[in-house]
């Protein structure tokens, strides 16, 4: 069974590049990793999917090594509305999917 | 606004009552989740459905019993809950099993 793990949490400023990891190892081979953001009271939000190498949107980048036993989230230039918590999502190798527990970002002013 | 809908926002039930949670969703997707959200707990993965047929049951209790009448609607009926079933409930929607479209969730508290 897939192990994800990611930090709890993560502060930061207004205007700083923030990378969030998740370690994650016995995942399905041919599947995308996609990371999601929450806010308090509401639903999870889809952010970026990828399944290796780079990949960038509008909001954020997702960086995936070779191995696909990690996933970094890349926020550029943070403001005070990305205070938030971040899940990363991932099948195992089962087609199961599993979750992060989240990582709680907190960007100060 | 993802384009799902979930009723009621809140919800307070006793451990006898029998109440149903609503998801609603027209972006014409195919598959429809049942999440459950407890503080400082990941997201757990209740029930899905691919359309209309139940995919996965993830060892939830029964006194969680979920419906799919039609693509578009998903119901979780609740009977006999217990306190600590006291959690955020969300409903998602994906269109390819990957990118998934949340509902805003039904907050339940059970006395």
């Known amino acids: 069974l897939a192990k994800i793990t990611q930090p709890i949490s993560m502060d930061s400023y207004e205007g700083q590049e923030v990378n969030i990891t998740c370690s994650h190892n016995n995942i399905a081979t041919n599947d995308y990793i996609t990371w999601y953001q929450q806010f308090p009271s509401q639903g999870p939000r889809f952010i970026i999917q990828g399944y290796k190498t780079k990949v960038t949107n509008e909001v954020a980048s997702l960086f995936i090594p070779a191995d696909r036993k990690s996933s970094t989230l890349s926020l550029p230039r943070v403001s005070l509305s990305d205070t938030a918590v971040y899940y990363c999502l991932v099948f195992d190798s089962n087609y199961q999917l599993i979750w992060g527990a989240g990582t709680k970002l907190i960007i100060k002013p | 606004e993802t384009g799902v809908t979930q009723t009621p926002r809140h919800l307070v039930m006793g451990m006898t009552n029998k109440k149903s949670l609503k998801c609603e969703q027209h972006l014409g997707h195919n598959a429809m989740y049942w999440y459950k959200q407890s503080a400082k707990k990941p997201l757990e993965l209740m029930f899905v459905y691919n359309f209309k047929e139940q995919t996965e049951n993830n060892s939830v209790p029964s006194r969680f019993s979920p419906e799919c009448p039609n693509s578009s609607h998903l119901f979780l009926h609740l009977h006999t809950l217990q306190p600590e079933d006291s959690a955020l409930y969300l409903c998602?929607?994906?269109?390819?099993?990957?990118?998934?479209?949340f509902g805003p969730g039904t907050r339940l508290t059970v006395l």
């Open positions: 998602a929607s994906s269109p390819d099993w990957i990118k998934q479209f």
